[in-house]
């Protein structure tokens, strides 16, 4: 796995490497919105340019404190052997929603909201064009990449109307970071790094968090199955970065063979 030159926080160079990732492979890049000054971009392959249900959407950054997960991201796209099946199956990817909290090391955006807790909140105009853009869209995976400051490992989210491919999907990952061994986190019960909800997703949101976090309304709204993968963000970077490559790549393998 290649080391990491510069600042895990440079949005710069992470803006002009997708661009010309995008420009090889033809997908559309747009402005989604700006976020303390710097452009928040979505990218579409053509599939999702025309917006035909099924493929994949993936989102990285939300929280500019968890750096890892953009640039795993960007590491998977770069060298990533299912090009093929993205040319006709749609791929929308968000390579970092926060662009001002990449920059800052933070966890909030420019007006010190978490975004993570909002999605249902089109008072944030981020937010708002973010539904706009996907109104009318259907996925059959979401994933969403983040890091934990209080974790010992890898852990997964998982929402799924689907058989559970949780435990695969870590299984891609843990030779690179352990799976998280506690059996509890944030309260939540665990079994060797996995938490798998079919039901009862509203209720965790009225009663355990403080707002929607983009996989619940996404799951709720857009997506067949949907995913947050979680490392230990204490832990070297590189292995951060190439655990998320590496759930994304199990994870698109997934959706090409069983979708």
């Given at each position: 796995m290649p080391a990491l030159t510069h600042s895990g926080h440079d949005y710069?160079?992470?803006?002009?490497?997708?661009?010309?990732?995008?420009?090889?492979?033809?997908?559309?890049?747009?402005?989604?919105?700006?976020?303390g000054g710097h452009p928040v971009l979505v990218i579409e392959n053509a599939a999702a340019s025309e917006k035909q249900p099924g493929g994949l959407y993936v989102s990285a950054g939300v929280h500019g404190d968890e750096c890892a997960p953009v640039w795993g991201l960007l590491q998977w796209a770069?060298?990533?052997g299912n090009a093929e099946y993205f040319a006709?199956?749609?791929l929308v990817i968000l390579p970092c929603l926060n662009p001002y909290g990449l920059v800052e090391n933070t966890r909030l955006d420019s007006c010190g909201i978490d975004l993570n807790r909002n999605f249902q909140n089109t008072d944030v105009p981020l937010i708002k064009a973010w539904q706009q853009y996907l109104d009318g869209r259907s996925f059959?995976?979401?994933l969403n990449l983040h890091e934990d400051f209080d974790a010992g490992g890898i852990y997964l989210y998982?929402?799924?109307?689907?058989?559970?491919?949780?435990?695969?999907l870590l299984a891609?990952?843990?030779e690179v970071i352990p799976r998280e061994s506690a059996?509890?986190?944030?309260?939540s019960e665990f079994v060797n790094g996995l938490l798998s909800r079919t039901e009862g997703i509203e209720k965790v949101v009225e009663e355990d968090l403080d707002g929607w976090p983009e996989t619940i309304w996404f799951y709720l709204h857009q997506?067949?199955?949907?995913f947050t993968f979680e490392t230990p963000s204490e832990m070297d970077l590189d292995r951060r970065i190439e655990a998320h490559h590496r759930f994304v790549e199990s994870a698109c393998l997934n959706c090409r063979r069983d979708r």
């Open positions: 710069k160079i992470l803006k002009s490497r997708w661009e010309a990732l995008s420009e090889r492979n033809g997908w559309k890049v747009t402005e989604l919105s700006k976020e770069e060298e990533s006709d199956h749609p059959c995976t979401a998982e929402l799924t109307r689907s058989e559970s491919v949780g435990d695969t891609a990952c843990e059996d509890s986190v944030d309260g997506a067949t199955d949907s």
